[in-house]
């Protein structure tokens, strides 16, 4: 199974950039579809961008246009770059995969890493 680790959250304001990272090991993420979700306190966890295993990206409406989601094989990665950000874009961020095909339903996904805290001051 795979394990992983999220890295990059942090303080910044409104405006501003982030990398998100989620390092993998253990298996290689060629064999999952990846996505990222986020969870503000007191709200259900969203989806927030999924990159599938050809490559596929899909973005959630609310990002659409300032995040993007890529992979880089060879340093078993996904990134979330994060831009123009928001005060409403604070949330704890997780990297999430799973076998089969990618969705946007947090329920359907196998292995989770701890989360990455992104807080976005106005």
């Known amino acids: 199974q795979v394990q992983l680790v999220e890295s990059g959250g942090g303080l910044v304001q409104a405006g501003g950039s982030l990398r998100l990272s989620c390092a993998a090991s253990?298996?290689?993420?060629?064999?999952?579809?990846m996505a990222w979700f986020r969870q503000a306190p007191g709200k259900e966890r969203d989806f927030v961008a999924g990159?599938?295993?050809?490559?596929?990206?899909s973005h959630a409406e609310a990002v659409k246009g300032r995040f993007t989601i890529s992979s880089d094989a060879a340093k078993n990665t996904v990134y979330l770059q994060m831009n123009s950000l928001k005060p409403e874009d604070t949330a704890v961020y997780s990297c999430?995969?799973?076998?089969?095909?990618?969705?946007?339903?947090?329920?359907?996904?196998?292995?989770w890493g701890q989360g990455t805290q992104v807080t976005v001051s106005s």
């Open positions: 990159i599938s295993r050809s490559g596929t990206t």
């Open positions: 253990g298996r290689t993420i060629r064999s999952y579809d």
């Open positions: 999430a995969a799973r076998l089969g095909f990618l969705s946007s339903d947090y329920v359907r996904y196998d292995y």
